[in-house]
Structures are given as structure tokens and as C-alpha cells.
């Protein structure tokens, strides 16, 4: 309370203290020889401290709120990482596109055009059962155009 104004209120027989806009102590006058004085300054420690704990509390769940998204999102990424599929161009489209490739053994490659296969994971959006299409990002869309086989995911005709 350094620094701070206390101020003192008197109407009729009650005497209030506050500081900050807080109520800190009241008397009361009861007779000419007793008076009855309240301090009520412990409500404000629990106060504040319940604020702190509660500001706490939101942060350590949203931290792990953070924390547990980022955790499920590199799961999933490395789980797309290992469902790498092998897949053979079959000659009826351009390339780059999913449509045009089949699931197969790269060390089969049988095609007509330069590119004979890729390693891709599956399109799980555009995919069906009965069609299955591999996902081509960017990168490796431009991969299959330049004919880049430093990645090992870009297989030409032998």
C-alpha cells in the first residue's frame, strides 16, 4: 500500500476506509463509549490469488490444447510418411496427372511415356476403392516435369 492514498469516509455514525475503490475497514459508532470496527483488507489477498490461479489455470490448458494439436498433427504427417505407395504411369495422361497411374512395382515399369512411376501416399480425398489416385504436391509435381530422380521418388523408363 506504499504509494497509495487511503481515503476515509464519514457518514453519520459510519467511518469507511477503502483503497483502490476497495472497502479496507468500517466502523460503527454503537454508543458514545463502544465502537464496533470491522476490517474486511483479508478479502482482497483471496481475491487476487484466485485471479492468478485462474489466469494459470488457462494457460496451462491452452498450452496443452497447443501442444496436443501440434502432437496429432506430426503423427498424422509421419503416419501419411510411411503409407508411401508405389505407383506405375500408365501412358494415358500427362504425368502430373493422378489420374494417369496405377498401384504397381516400380521394377515393372512398362509405359510409353518417359516417366514409368512414382512414390506417392494416397489420396485419401479423391480416392475410391475401386479408383485409387496418389496425392502429387507441388514438389513432386515438379519433380515429374523437370524428370528429377535425385529424390528417389521420380522413376524414368529403363
Not at 510411411?82 to 515393372?108: K, V
Not at 512414390?119 to 476403392?129: I, V
Request: proline letters at 5%.
Amino acid at each position: 500500500m506504499a504509494g497509495c492514498a487511503i481515503a476515509r469516509q464519514q457518514r453519520g455514525d459510519i467511518k469507511a476506509q477503502t483503497h483502490n475503490g476497495y472497502l479496507l475497514a468500517y466502523s460503527r459508532q454503537r454508543s458514545q463509549h463502544h465502537t464496533e470496527t470491522v476490517q474486511i483488507d483479508k478479502t482482497l489477498k483471496p481475491m487476487v490469488f484466485k485471479k492468478v490461479v485462474g489466469l494459470f489455470m488457462v494457460a496451462v490448458m491452452m498450452a496443452t490444447a497447443v501442444f496436443s494439436f501440434a502432437k496429432h498433427k506430426e503423427s498424422k504427417a509421419s503416419l501419411a510418411n510411411l503409407r508411401q505407395m508405389s505407383w506405375i504411369h500408365d501412358g494415358s495422361g500427362p504425368a502430373t496427372d493422378p489420374e494417369s497411374y496405377q498401384p504397381g512395382n516400380i521394377s515393372n515399369c512398362v509405359g510409353e511415356s518417359e516417366i514409368c512411376g512414382i512414390l506417392a501416399p494416397l489420396d485419401e480425398e479423391n480416392s475410391t476403392p475401386t479408383n485409387p489416385v496418389p496425392f502429387i504436391d507441388d514438389d513432386l509435381e515438379d519433380r515429374i516435369q523437370s524428370e528429377n530422380t535425385a529424390n528417389g521418388d521420380v522413376f524414368l523408363l529403363n
